[in-house]
Structures are given as C-alpha cells and as structure tokens.
C-alpha cells in the first residue's frame, strides 16, 4: 500500500471510530443511563434525539408562562417550574429528565440535597456552564472547581470580615438614601394620592449601585458602566439557555454570538480598566482600599511575598464579574419579593415599621442597628422560602456515587430542586405555601422539621459568601423605606413570578408609595 492509500486507511479509520463515539453518545449513552435508573426504580419523561426533554419542558413553561396567579397565592411552583409539579407527580418524587444531551437526576429531599452539597469526598463539583453562560458569570468563584476555587474562596473571603461589611453598611445607607429621596421627589410630584413606582427596576439599580460602590469605591460609575454590558449579556444567556446546544456553535459569528462577543469585550476592557488604575493609585498611595478589588488586590500583593495566592488582572476580572453575576439579581429580586409580600400582608408591615423605628427612631440604621431587627429577618427569611430567587443547584458525580438508595453513575447531573424543597408539607408542615414569618422564630435549623430545608443560599462550603453582605442590603432598604413610605400593591400588579436564571416577577412589580409625616 502506498502512502496516499496509508493516510486514506488512516483518516476512514478515525472516521468510523469518530462516528462510533457520537452514535455512541447520542444513542447508547441514554438508553444505559435510561436503564441504570429504571432498575433502581427511577423513571423519567422520554429522552428524544438531541433535545432530550427540553420540548417538554418549553412546552411546559410556555403554558405556565399564559398564567396569572391569585395575588395572595404563594403556591408559585406550577408557574415557576411547571415540569417539577408536572414529573413527579407522573414519575415520583425523584426523576430523570433530559437537560438536552445531558441527563440530570432532579432531587426534592432535604437530607439529598445535604449530602450532595456537604460534597465530604470531593465528589460533587458544578458543572461545566455552557459556553454563553460562563461569558456571564465569568470563570470566577461561582464556577471554577477543586484547588482553583479554593484558591478563589480564600482570596475573596476578606472581603466580606465583619469589619468590611461595616464599611459597606455605610456605603449601601447612602445609595438607599438617595433611591428614597427620588421616591419623595416623585411622590411630592404627584398629583394623585400616592405615586406608583416599579420596584423591581428600582431594586435593580439600587442594587448595581450598592455592588458598584462596594466593589469599586470611588470608581463606581465604570463599574455601573460595566455592569449595564453584564446586563445585556444575561438577557442574550436566558434566551440561549432553553436551546439546545450544540458544541462548537458558540465560535460561529451569528448576530446572537456577534453581540455576546462584543459585549463581552467591552464589559473586560472596562473592568480591566478599573483594576489597572486601582493598581498604579495602590504604587503611589500605598493604600489598598476597603472594597472588593482593594481586598484582591491585596491578595495578590502578598503573592508577591511568597506567602498567598495569586490573582491575575484577568482573574480579577473574572470575580468582579462573578460578584455582579451572583449577587445584583438575586438580592434586588430578593427584596422585591419581600416588599410583594409586606404589601399584601400589611399586618406584617405595621409590625416591620413598629419594630424599625423602635430599634432605629427615624435615623440612618448601621450595622449594630440592623442587627436588632429580629422581625425584619423573620420577613426576609420567609420571602427567599417563599421567592427564593435560586430555584435550583445542580451538581456533577466526578465518580460513581450513592445517594440515599440511589446509585448515580460518574458524569450525571444532579438537580437539587429549591423550590421544590421549599413548599414541601412534609418538612414545613401544611401551611407550607402560606406567608408565616414566625416560624423563623427561633431560628433557621428550627423552622422546618430539617435543619436545612432552606437552601436559599445553598449549604456546604460552596454555601453564597454573600448572604451577609445581601441580608444587610435588604435589611438597610427595607428599614429605610418603611421609615418613610407606606407601602400597597397597585391594582396593575399581575402575580406572575418567573424563572429567569433568577426568579422575578414577570411584568414587574407596581406598588403605590405614600410618604409618611
Ligand atoms: C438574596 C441574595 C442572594 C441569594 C439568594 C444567593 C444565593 C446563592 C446560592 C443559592 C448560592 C449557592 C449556589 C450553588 O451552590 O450552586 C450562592 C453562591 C454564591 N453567591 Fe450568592 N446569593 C445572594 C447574594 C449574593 C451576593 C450579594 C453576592 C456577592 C456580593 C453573592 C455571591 C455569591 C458567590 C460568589 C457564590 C459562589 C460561592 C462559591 O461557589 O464558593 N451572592 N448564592
């Protein structure tokens, strides 16, 4: 055989095992992995070529997403997540469905959702994001895995000691300040009795302002520059999320790629931007500064001695992207659905405002202040049970692993359904979806017949290393908005919560502000 006929042998070879792999993948792989779980009694909706279940799934929502709920009903899952209601009641509590061509074991135990996020041998590690979503949330702290995210986690820790929060609280007041400022200028403005205002865009740029300010200091109007890029970068990502995905289409230059590229592009330069000229002020003024990339920084200063880990520009990019990602939706929605709920329970908010000024009389609250509010944090607790603005945690066995009676092979996904575990009459008793701050009074471990059926903020060490930072946001706003304002819903507001990437109210919520003598 000559040469040319060699490489011919050579390239029909790599052809045919090539074609053995995908035939392989997109046919073998779920039919084993399909029969494993029927075996163990696991059953599923029907996994079809390429999309898995996703055409169920978008069905599902699309239904769910024509609905309009009873203002005072908390019972959101049917719209929220539509295909949790609808799998286990035909298939049991625990199911395997197909996340296109990636199976995911969906979980709504609380002692499942410990073991898997306690993550004691190593096994259980986030998944690998597709590619539109790690341009989002970067590959920070959210994402990385193993010793990277260790070396992440130790870096960014400082940033949020008590002593910084302290600083922070400062920081969040005066961007408070000055939302309700606005709010007293339009409802002086108004002619009618009460303005009514969208709170949940309010939330959101208080909530940039509040992260630009705690991460950029004095450069907090590059950062909210870069922030509005991000912005448009999750809107391209939550379309692209419910398609299938098809490996390697994300280096093709179509107009969605196109746009995510160049937002992308301008979202780096212009942190990249912030942290160089951060750098050179540290050069010169040997100060690194009390917000977020001070903290980094710092950490990457001490690099420099041998003794820490190192953080790179690029690096640091990354976590002032992850920082915005994972915590400028999540504590607005937070709080949104906080106000949503003091609105409809006005009760509750009488009690909030007795309670405020109490502790705080008209002042501008500080931490030792917020800390006090015992009622504010039963209210908040209650709204991320409820509304918890992370609806699900999905993780991957890096090896073959035991769950409960389950055996999970290596590479499958498990989906730990919150919002499921959330509502569960078993575990928080049969006024499961009714608003009851006060089983939070003696705490969070004793709410629920578990110690941690609520997973608003996950569990285990990748648990949010911002729910301080978030809890006293909202506790700041919310104090300082009930000072001020009395709060109820418009007659407009249609309860349509959302899933989103984050749970959000779908035609925004409209609420009627009255400014208080
Ligand atoms: C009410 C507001 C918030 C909620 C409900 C929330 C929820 C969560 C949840 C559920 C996780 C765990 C995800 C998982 O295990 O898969 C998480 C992780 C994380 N959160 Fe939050 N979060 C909030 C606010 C924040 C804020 C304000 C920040 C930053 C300022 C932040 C930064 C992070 C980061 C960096 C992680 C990843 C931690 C790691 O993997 O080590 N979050 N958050």
């Not at 939330?203 to 200091?217: E, P, Q, S, W």
């Not at 592009?265 to 990249?272: D, F, G, S």
């Amino acid at each position: 055989m000559g040469y040319l006929g060699m490489v011919i042998v050579a390239l029909v070879v790599l052809l045919v095992s090539k074609i053995l792999q995908i035939c392989r993948i997109v046919f073998w792989w779920p039919y084993a992995v399909t029969k494993t779980f029927q075996q163990q009694g696991i059953a599923g909706p029907p996994y079809s070529f390429l999309s898995g279940s996703l055409d169920e799934l978008k069905k599902l929502r699309k239904a769910a997403l024509q609905t309009v709920l009873d203002t005072k009903s908390h019972d959101i899952t049917q719209r929220t997540g539509p295909q949790y209601e609808r799998w286990s009641l035909e298939y049991g509590e625990t199911f395997l469905y197909w996340h296109g061509m990636q199976p995911r074991i969906c979980i709504s135990d609380p002692e499942l959702a410990k073991h898997v996020l306690s993550n004691k041998s190593g096994f259980y590690v986030k998944p690998k994001h597709r590619p539109s979503a790690e341009k989002l949330a970067g590959k920070g702290l959210s994402v990385v895995n193993g010793l990277e995210w260790a070396k992440r986690r130790r870096t960014v820790n400082p940033a949020f000691t008590i002593d910084k929060l302290k600083v922070m609280t400062r920081q969040m007041a005066a961007c408070t300040i000055s939302m309700i400022e606005e709010w007293k200028n339009q409802a002086n403005a108004s002619e009618e009795q009460g303005k009514t205002m969208e709170m949940n865009g309010e939330f959101k740029k208080l909530m940039a302002d509040v992260i630009a300010h705690t991460a950029f200091g004095s450069s907090f109007l590059e950062g909210k520059e870069a922030f509005k890029g991000q912005i448009e970068l999750q809107k391209c990502c939550a379309a692209a999320s419910a398609d299938i995905f098809i490996p390697g289409s994300q280096y093709l230059p179509t107009p969605s790629n196109i746009q995510v590229w160049k937002l992308d592009r301008k979202v780096k330069n212009t942190l990249r931007g912030i942290i160089e000229s951060r750098l050179k002020a540290t050069k010169s003024s040997g100060h690194y500064g009390d917000d977020l990339i001070g903290v980094m920084i710092e950490a990457s200063e001490i690099v420099q001695t041998g003794s820490g880990p190192k953080l790179t520009t690029d690096e640091m990019v990354e976590e002032c992207k992850t920082f915005f990602f994972a915590g400028h939706e999540t504590t607005a929605n937070s709080l949104t659905w906080t106000v949503f709920l003091l609105s409809v329970h006005q009760e509750w908010q009488e009690k909030l405002r007795e309670e405020i000024r109490r502790e705080c009389g008209m002042g501008i609250p500080d931490a030792d202040m917020l800390s006090k509010l015992k009622m504010v944090n039963m209210v908040l607790l209650e709204a991320l049970r409820l509304y918890s603005p992370v609806i699900r945690m999905v993780r991957k066995g890096s090896e073959d692993s035991q769950i409960g009676n389950l055996t999970i092979p290596k590479d499958i996904c498990i989906e730990i359904a919150v919002i499921k575990i959330h509502r569960s009459k078993k575990y928080w008793g049969e006024d499961a979806n009714e608003f009851h701050p006060l089983r939070f009074a003696n705490g969070i471990s004793k709410a629920a017949k578990h110690p941690n059926a609520l997973l608003a903020f996950g569990f285990g060490p990748r648990v949010c290393i911002g729910q301080n930072f978030a809890m006293l946001a909202e506790k700041m706003a919310i104090a300082l908005i009930l000072q001020n304002f009395s709060l109820s819903l418009s007659p407009e507001y249609k309860h349509a919560p959302v899933d989103s990437l984050i749970m959000q109210p779908q035609y925004g919520l409209p609420i009627i502000i009255k400014p208080l003598s």
